[in-house]
């Protein structure tokens, strides 16, 4: 039937055919699990609805001092305008936004200054109503507490 040189030779052929095998199929499971990662861009969350659009509430230090005007423009191209202070003649920032699982952060500076604010605020699909914090620079506490309506 087969001689011992030819079963050997089968028997390493059929090897290397199912190692070849393992090894492509490794690999291709490898690439997709590297490939389909997910990533922070903004999107609208489920339910078809988004954050963005105009939010109007106010502003405070957080451990109680006065309320100010304090408005959101979150805008689809992931820019922020953020008006604070006078709803009458307001202190206008500018800067980007970005949904992270259920929260808006962003990061704006005023015209006319160089400070840069962070903020983070709970955003939820079922309330048209966003609370959260405000810091310096790339925090997003420690400088005060805000309110807002989607309107």
């Known amino acids: 039937m087969f001689s011992d040189f030819e079963f050997i030779l089968l028997f390493k052929t059929t090897t290397m055919k199912k190692n070849l095998i393992s090894t492509i199929l490794v690999s291709t499971a490898v690439l997709f699990a590297v490939s389909c990662s997910k990533s922070d ?69 005023f015209v006319g200054t160089s400070t840069t604010y962070s903020l983070a605020g709970k955003y939820s699909t079922s309330s048209k109503i966003m609370n959260g914090t405000i810091g310096l620079g790339t925090n997003t506490a420690g400088a005060g507490v805000f309110s807002v309506t989607k309107q």
């Not at 988004?50 to 820019?79: C, D, T």
């Not at 305008?81 to 952060?105: C, F, K, M, Q, Y």
């Open 41 to 109: 861009n903004v999107s609208p969350p489920p339910g078809g609805t988004s954050p963005q659009g105009k939010w109007i509430g106010n502003q405070n230090n957080g451990i109680g001092g006065p309320l100010f005007y304090f408005e959101l423009n979150l805008n689809a191209n992931s820019m922020i305008e953020v008006r604070a202070n006078s709803d009458v003649t307001p202190d206008i920032a500018t800067g980007t936004w970005s949904l992270v699982a259920d929260s808006v952060r962003a990061t704006y500076t």
